[in-house]
């Protein structure tokens, strides 16, 4: 039985880690941040996920769920496994907030109006629109 072998925490690879683990923190805040992420039915999944059309090697979506008390308007999830960077179409021309990037996430990173969104390669971007 190698259980253990393999399901063992390493405490020594936190700091060499860091960097990577205040990202996944960051991810946890945002979803706790955003009743959007957390949708308790498939009904309620259908209702307020939505696919949007994005280029090869990449995906794309939006969510809205005011229901479960989500206050932003609409969020964008947009993920890029491509090695280069990609311009992704959003829904329409809005003023965007970006809570996630490649490098933060569970903050406000940054804003920008717009109907498109560049997004590096091997990352992602979340979007929200209040």
Do not use: C
């Not at 960051?26 to 955003?34: P, Q, T, V, Y």
């Not at 059309?53 to 609409?74: H, I, M, V, W």
Request: charged share 30%; no cysteine.
């Amino acid at each position: 039985n190698k259980g253990d072998e393999y399901n063992q925490f390493d405490y020594s690879l936190k700091a060499k880690y860091s960097g990577l683990t205040e990202y996944y923190k960051g991810l946890i805040k945002l979803r706790k941040a955003h009743p959007a992420f957390r949708m308790n039915t498939s009904d309620q999944v259908k209702k307020n996920l939505r696919f949007l059309d994005s280029p090869a090697g990449t995906l794309s979506y939006s969510l809205s769920n005011r229901e479960n008390g989500e206050n932003s308007k609409l969020i964008v999830v947009l993920i890029n496994a491509s090695d280069s960077k990609v311009t992704f179409k959003l829904p329409d021309e809005r003023e965007w907030t970006i809570i996630a990037d490649g490098e933060k996430a569970g903050e406000v990173i940054g804003k920008f109006t717009g109907a498109d969104a560049v997004v590096e390669g091997k990352t992602l971007m979340v979007l929200k629109n209040n």
